[in-house]
């Protein structure tokens, strides 16, 4: 392939992104977004493919070359990304990202079914940290900021920014909650899906906190709420097996 006919699919697949964002615009069908987008991802693949190909020829791309397809990459990723919840953008982000993955490998449901992780605001600036809506200067809640500098253009989208799903069973969190990935704070299980059986008995443990977290080891007298969420969430014991081993221990 000729490095002329290389820019051509550059430019003419630049246009496309561009059209097909000023269509989708008014689309409320996030799936229908999503998709459209990932075939944009899968042409770009084509092309990628074809310019691998060409380097074995000798026909290498210039600075100006790659920074077309920087763009057109920059379009694409911003774009799918941001149809994804914020909890779930910075993982889902690290699947589009990797060029190793092809297109037919991923999924709506596949990148929503990655851990939640903090927030993740697209666009910052003039533009809603949910859904990259213009905040026009009338809007009145373009003066509302978070305490990393994020606008929102609504109420809906704030609480949206904030939403916690339990990544089990896919409900609100309002309570107690915990991380599947405690090192990375990522995995938020609500206090239902992460009740589990007693290692010793086998026994449900009872939701509550103040159930066990006078027997929790250590000094009594500085227990708190978060170290019972920590060592409950690594050693789930029920009182009755708790107060045999402090027997034990005596």
């Known amino acids: ?4 006919t290389i820019l051509g699919y550059f430019k003419q697949l630049f246009e496309e992104c561009k059209t097909l964002r000023k269509r989708l615009i008014k689309s409320s069908d996030t799936r229908e ?43 694409i990723y911003s774009e799918l990304v941001q149809l994804i ?16 993955i092809p297109s037919d490998e991923i999924n709506w449901e596949r990148l929503n079914a990655v851990p939640s992780a903090e927030p993740l605001a697209i666009v910052q600036g003039n533009r809603c940290a949910t859904c ?3 905040i026009k200067f009338w809007n009145i809640f373009n003066k509302q900021k978070d305490d990393k500098d994020n606008q929102f253009c609504s109420k809906k989208c704030f609480e949206k920014f904030y939403l916690l799903l339990c990544d089990k069973c896919q409900r609100k969190i309002e309570g107690t909650y915990y991380y599947s990935n ?27 906190i103040d159930y066990s977290q006078e027997f929790l080891p250590g000094n009594q007298e500085h227990n708190s709420e978060k170290q019972y969420q920590e060592e409950s969430h ?17």
């Open 182 to 208: 405690d090192e990375k704070k990522e995995g938020s299980i609500c206090f239902d899906c992460a009740a589990i059986k007693c290692l010793e008995c086998s026994k449900t443990i009872v939701h509550s």
């Open 85 to 100: 919840p914020p909890r779930k953008r910075k993982n889902a982000g690290e699947l589009l990202k990797k060029s190793s």
């Open 1 to 4: 392939m000729e490095r002329k």
């Open 132 to 134: 990259s809506k213009e």
């Open 234 to 250: 690594y050693s789930p014991v029920c009182k009755s097996c708790q107060l045999k081993k402090n027997q034990g221990q005596k």
């Open 33 to 75: 977004k999503f998709y459209a987008w990932l075939g944009k991802r899968k042409e770009l693949e084509a092309i990628e493919n074809k310019i691998n190909e060409d380097k074995s020829k000798g026909i290498e791309l210039d600075w100006f070359d790659k920074e077309d397809l920087r763009k057109i990459v920059k379009i």
